[in-house]
Nanobody, 127 residues
């Protein structure tokens, strides 16, 4: 499975942006999808993830209530809607996909559990 993340750019604090993750070369609907981010000089951290069952999502504490993950399996695409952006949200955002035991399994928050990664897209939030 190949993943392509897009939609990053420069946005003002308080603004919004939507990232897109497009998959090809596999059965996207069989995989959970996660978003991670990496700020300069820091580790790659979990942001949010969605299971095969689109009703099952999980969020990192710092983005809960501000970010929303979704997916459209018919388009082999996942989205990350980011609102009320803060300068601390500045990072390269990566989408990832990975297997989970069954349809109703919760998606992983551990980046080591993800098998496929996109190339990342930079989001810069200015004050």
């Amino acid at each position: 499975v190949q993943l392509q993340a897009s939609g990053g750019g420069l946005v003002q604090a308080g603004g919004s942006v939507r990232l897109t993750c497009t998959a090809s070369g596999g059965t996207f609907s069989d995989l959970a999808v996660g978003w991670f981010r990496q700020a300069p000089g820091k580790e790659r951290d979990f942001v949010t993830a969605i299971g095969r069952n689109t009703a099952i999502t999980t969020y990192g504490a710092s983005v809960k209530g501000r970010f929303t993950i979704s997916r459209d399996n018919a388009k082999n695409t996942a989205y990350l809607q980011m609102s009320s952006l803060q300068t601390e949200d500045t990072a390269v955002y990566y989408c990832a996909a990975g297997r989970v035991p069954n349809y109703n399994s919760a998606p992983h928050t551990d980046k080591a559990k993800y098998d496929y990664w996109g190339q990342g897209t930079l989001v810069t939030v200015s004050s």
